[in-house]
Protein backbone atom coordinates (compact mmCIF):
# COMPACT_ATOMS: atom_id res chain seq x y z
CA UNK A 1 0.00 0.00 0.00
CA UNK A 2 1.13 3.30 -1.04
CA UNK A 3 1.97 6.01 1.57
CA UNK A 4 -0.59 8.87 2.15
CA UNK A 5 0.61 11.34 -0.60
CA UNK A 6 2.06 14.99 0.69
CA UNK A 7 -0.72 16.23 -1.14
CA UNK A 8 -3.38 14.62 1.60
CA UNK A 9 -1.47 15.81 4.94
CA UNK A 10 -2.97 18.75 6.45
CA UNK A 11 -0.55 21.26 7.21
CA UNK A 12 -1.44 23.97 10.19
CA UNK A 13 -1.70 27.29 8.72
CA UNK A 14 1.02 28.66 10.68
CA UNK A 15 3.75 27.10 9.03
CA UNK A 16 6.97 28.90 8.27
CA UNK A 17 9.38 26.65 7.26
CA UNK A 18 8.54 25.84 3.57
CA UNK A 19 6.77 26.99 0.76
CA UNK A 20 5.06 24.68 -1.35
CA UNK A 21 6.05 24.43 -5.29
CA UNK A 22 4.60 23.29 -7.95
CA UNK A 23 6.14 19.59 -9.39
CA UNK A 24 5.16 16.66 -10.50
CA UNK A 25 5.81 13.27 -9.32
CA UNK A 26 7.64 10.99 -12.32
CA UNK A 27 7.02 7.36 -12.40
CA UNK A 28 10.26 5.98 -10.76
CA UNK A 29 9.67 8.47 -8.08
CA UNK A 30 6.16 7.10 -7.50
CA UNK A 31 7.46 3.75 -7.52
CA UNK A 32 10.22 4.97 -4.97
CA UNK A 33 7.27 5.86 -2.88
CA UNK A 34 6.28 2.60 -3.14
CA UNK A 35 8.70 0.22 -2.95
CA UNK A 36 11.09 2.11 0.12
CA UNK A 37 8.44 4.40 1.64
CA UNK A 38 7.32 2.55 4.34
CA UNK A 39 11.02 1.97 5.35
CA UNK A 40 12.67 5.11 5.23
CA UNK A 41 9.61 7.43 5.62
CA UNK A 42 9.09 8.60 9.37
CA UNK A 43 5.92 9.65 10.05
CA UNK A 44 5.61 12.84 12.30
CA UNK A 45 4.42 12.44 15.82
CA UNK A 46 3.99 15.21 18.54
CA UNK A 47 6.66 13.13 20.42
CA UNK A 48 10.27 12.72 21.18
CA UNK A 49 12.05 10.43 18.36
CA UNK A 50 14.05 7.18 19.17
CA UNK A 51 16.59 7.23 17.11
CA UNK A 52 17.99 4.29 17.83
CA UNK A 53 14.71 2.62 16.73
CA UNK A 54 14.16 4.95 13.53
CA UNK A 55 17.50 4.48 12.03
CA UNK A 56 17.55 0.79 13.32
CA UNK A 57 19.18 -0.90 10.42
CA UNK A 58 21.71 1.78 9.78
CA UNK A 59 24.46 0.35 11.58
CA UNK A 60 27.30 -0.86 9.39
CA UNK A 61 29.79 -3.24 10.27
CA UNK A 62 32.42 -1.95 12.55
CA UNK A 63 30.62 1.86 12.57
CA UNK A 64 29.04 2.57 16.14
CA UNK A 65 26.09 0.89 17.71
CA UNK A 66 22.87 2.79 16.83
CA UNK A 67 22.77 4.34 20.47
CA UNK A 68 26.25 6.06 19.75
CA UNK A 69 25.84 7.38 16.13
CA UNK A 70 25.27 10.90 15.54
CA UNK A 71 22.55 12.04 14.01
CA UNK A 72 22.19 15.16 11.87
CA UNK A 73 19.60 17.36 10.61
CA UNK A 74 18.53 18.67 7.03
CA UNK A 75 15.94 21.38 6.54
CA UNK A 76 14.60 21.47 3.10
CA UNK A 77 16.77 19.19 0.66
CA UNK A 78 15.74 19.89 -2.30
CA UNK A 79 16.05 16.56 -5.08
CA UNK A 80 18.55 15.02 -2.30
CA UNK A 81 21.58 15.45 -4.66
CA UNK A 82 23.94 16.86 -1.83
CA UNK A 83 21.94 14.65 0.92
CA UNK A 84 22.72 11.38 -0.75
CA UNK A 85 26.27 12.61 -1.46
CA UNK A 86 26.81 13.22 2.10
CA UNK A 87 24.90 10.13 3.63
CA UNK A 88 27.25 7.38 1.67
CA UNK A 89 30.16 9.53 2.62
CA UNK A 90 29.41 9.78 5.84
CA UNK A 91 28.01 5.93 6.71
CA UNK A 92 28.28 6.30 10.31
CA UNK A 93 26.07 9.18 10.86
CA UNK A 94 22.72 9.19 10.60
CA UNK A 95 20.68 11.82 8.46
CA UNK A 96 17.07 13.37 10.03
CA UNK A 97 15.65 14.82 6.92
CA UNK A 98 12.77 17.14 6.21
CA UNK A 99 11.09 18.06 3.22
CA UNK A 100 7.52 18.73 2.28
CA UNK A 101 7.77 18.66 -1.79
CA UNK A 102 6.44 15.56 -2.90
CA UNK A 103 8.89 15.16 -6.06
CA UNK A 104 11.96 16.10 -3.51
CA UNK A 105 11.04 13.55 -1.36
CA UNK A 106 10.19 10.96 -4.45
CA UNK A 107 13.31 11.83 -5.58
CA UNK A 108 15.82 11.27 -2.97
CA UNK A 109 13.74 7.62 -1.96
CA UNK A 110 14.87 6.85 -5.46
CA UNK A 111 18.49 7.70 -4.60
CA UNK A 112 18.51 6.11 -1.36
CA UNK A 113 17.42 2.55 -3.44
CA UNK A 114 19.79 3.55 -6.02
CA UNK A 115 22.54 3.76 -3.75
CA UNK A 116 21.83 1.44 -1.24
CA UNK A 117 22.20 3.90 1.62
CA UNK A 118 20.52 3.23 4.85
CA UNK A 119 21.18 5.79 7.18
CA UNK A 120 18.41 8.12 5.68
CA UNK A 121 15.03 8.81 7.30
CA UNK A 122 12.58 11.30 5.55
CA UNK A 123 10.12 13.41 7.69
CA UNK A 124 7.68 14.88 5.12
CA UNK A 125 6.29 17.64 7.54
CA UNK A 126 7.32 21.56 8.73
CA UNK A 127 10.82 21.28 10.19
CA UNK A 128 9.59 23.73 12.93
CA UNK A 129 7.16 21.19 14.29
CA UNK A 130 9.77 18.69 14.12
CA UNK A 131 12.19 20.13 16.08
CA UNK A 132 9.15 21.54 18.41
CA UNK A 133 8.09 18.23 19.11
CA UNK A 134 10.15 15.17 18.21
CA UNK A 135 13.79 16.47 18.81
CA UNK A 136 14.24 16.83 22.38
CA UNK A 137 17.80 19.13 23.76
CA UNK A 138 20.99 18.12 22.93
CA UNK A 139 20.11 15.28 20.93
CA UNK A 140 21.92 16.31 17.18
CA UNK A 141 25.17 16.52 15.93
CA UNK A 142 24.88 18.62 13.09
CA UNK A 143 21.98 20.79 11.20
CA UNK A 144 22.81 21.09 7.32
CA UNK A 145 20.56 24.44 5.87
CA UNK A 146 21.59 24.27 2.13
CA UNK A 147 20.26 26.87 -0.01
CA UNK A 148 17.20 27.94 1.62
CA UNK A 149 14.67 30.08 -0.23
CA UNK A 150 16.51 33.71 -0.24
CA UNK A 151 12.89 35.86 -0.90
CA UNK A 152 15.08 38.28 -3.18
CA UNK A 153 11.91 41.20 -2.87
CA UNK A 154 13.05 43.05 0.60
CA UNK A 155 9.31 43.28 1.36
CA UNK A 156 9.60 39.14 1.38
CA UNK A 157 12.72 38.92 3.54
CA UNK A 158 10.24 38.58 6.97
CA UNK A 159 9.76 35.42 5.05
CA UNK A 160 13.14 33.65 5.01
CA UNK A 161 13.85 31.05 6.85
CA UNK A 162 16.86 31.66 8.83
CA UNK A 163 15.55 34.02 11.51
CA UNK A 164 16.52 34.46 15.00
CA UNK A 165 13.62 31.84 17.09
CA UNK A 166 14.53 29.05 14.84
CA UNK A 167 18.21 29.06 15.11
CA UNK A 168 17.64 29.47 19.05
CA UNK A 169 15.60 26.07 18.55
CA UNK A 170 18.05 24.50 16.62
CA UNK A 171 20.99 25.85 18.81
CA UNK A 172 19.39 24.51 21.70
CA UNK A 173 19.17 21.16 20.24
CA UNK A 174 22.62 20.56 19.35
CA UNK A 175 25.15 18.71 21.46
CA UNK A 176 28.00 20.65 22.82
CA UNK A 177 30.90 20.43 20.01
CA UNK A 178 28.17 19.78 17.24
CA UNK A 179 27.79 22.22 14.61
CA UNK A 180 25.03 24.23 12.55
CA UNK A 181 26.24 24.52 8.32
CA UNK A 182 24.34 26.84 6.31
CA UNK A 183 24.77 27.69 2.43
CA UNK A 184 23.52 30.11 0.26
CA UNK A 185 24.37 31.48 -3.04
CA UNK A 186 22.79 35.13 -2.44
CA UNK A 187 25.21 37.39 -0.71
CA UNK A 188 22.21 39.85 1.15
CA UNK A 189 20.72 36.62 2.68
CA UNK A 190 24.66 35.07 3.28
CA UNK A 191 24.87 38.68 5.64
CA UNK A 192 21.85 38.36 7.15
CA UNK A 193 22.43 34.53 8.14
CA UNK A 194 25.85 35.74 9.74
CA UNK A 195 24.02 38.72 11.49
CA UNK A 196 21.76 36.00 13.09
CA UNK A 197 24.10 33.13 14.10
CA UNK A 198 26.43 35.56 15.39
CA UNK A 199 23.86 36.83 17.55
CA UNK A 200 22.74 33.17 19.27
CA UNK A 201 24.91 32.89 22.69
CA UNK A 202 25.26 29.54 22.04
CA UNK A 203 26.76 29.90 18.92
CA UNK A 204 30.52 30.20 18.18
CA UNK A 205 31.98 31.06 14.39
CA UNK A 206 34.12 28.43 13.11
CA UNK A 207 35.54 30.66 10.64
CA UNK A 208 39.63 31.69 11.84
CA UNK A 209 41.65 34.29 11.15
CA UNK A 210 43.18 31.89 8.40
CA UNK A 211 40.06 33.08 6.09
CA UNK A 212 40.49 36.45 6.66
CA UNK A 213 39.36 37.53 3.18
CA UNK A 214 36.15 35.72 3.94
CA UNK A 215 34.72 37.86 6.67
CA UNK A 216 33.38 35.38 8.99
CA UNK A 217 32.20 32.95 6.13
CA UNK A 218 34.52 29.12 6.22
CA UNK A 219 35.22 27.46 3.61
CA UNK A 220 33.12 24.74 2.00
CA UNK A 221 33.60 21.79 3.84
CA UNK A 222 34.43 18.95 2.26
CA UNK A 223 31.20 16.54 2.66
CA UNK A 224 29.52 19.33 1.06
CA UNK A 225 29.46 18.63 -2.86
CA UNK A 226 29.15 21.12 -5.64
CA UNK A 227 25.42 20.37 -7.46
CA UNK A 228 25.20 20.97 -10.89
CA UNK A 229 23.19 24.01 -9.95
CA UNK A 230 26.33 25.62 -7.78
CA UNK A 231 28.58 24.58 -10.56
CA UNK A 232 26.37 26.46 -13.62
CA UNK A 233 26.07 29.47 -10.90
CA UNK A 234 29.91 29.77 -9.95
CA UNK A 235 30.91 29.23 -14.07
CA UNK A 236 28.52 32.47 -14.44
CA UNK A 237 30.47 34.17 -11.28
CA UNK A 238 28.28 33.92 -8.69
CA UNK A 239 29.33 33.39 -5.36
CA UNK A 240 28.84 30.56 -2.68
CA UNK A 241 28.42 31.32 1.01
CA UNK A 242 28.95 28.43 3.72
CA UNK A 243 28.64 29.45 6.73
CA UNK A 244 29.53 27.22 10.16
CA UNK A 245 29.19 27.26 13.69
CA UNK A 246 29.72 25.10 16.41
CA UNK A 247 27.53 24.80 19.71
CA UNK A 248 29.03 25.75 22.96
Known amino acids: MRPQSLAD ?42 FAAAFADAAAAGEPENSNRPTVLEIGFGMGEATAHIAALLPGTNFLCCEVHEPGVGALLKRIGEQDLHNIRICAHDAVEVIDHMLPLHSLAGVHIFFPDPWHKKRHNKRRLIQAPLITKLAARLQVGGYLHCATDWQPYAEQILEVLSAEPLLKNTATAEYPAM ?9 RPLTKFENRGLKLGH ?4 LVFERI
Do not use: N
Not at 29 to 50: R, S, V, W
Not at 215 to 223: F, I, Q, T
Open 239 to 242: GVWD
Open 9 to 50: VAFPKTIKSFVRRAGRTTSGQTKAFDELGPKFLLPYQPMPLD
Open 215 to 223: LGYAPKPHY
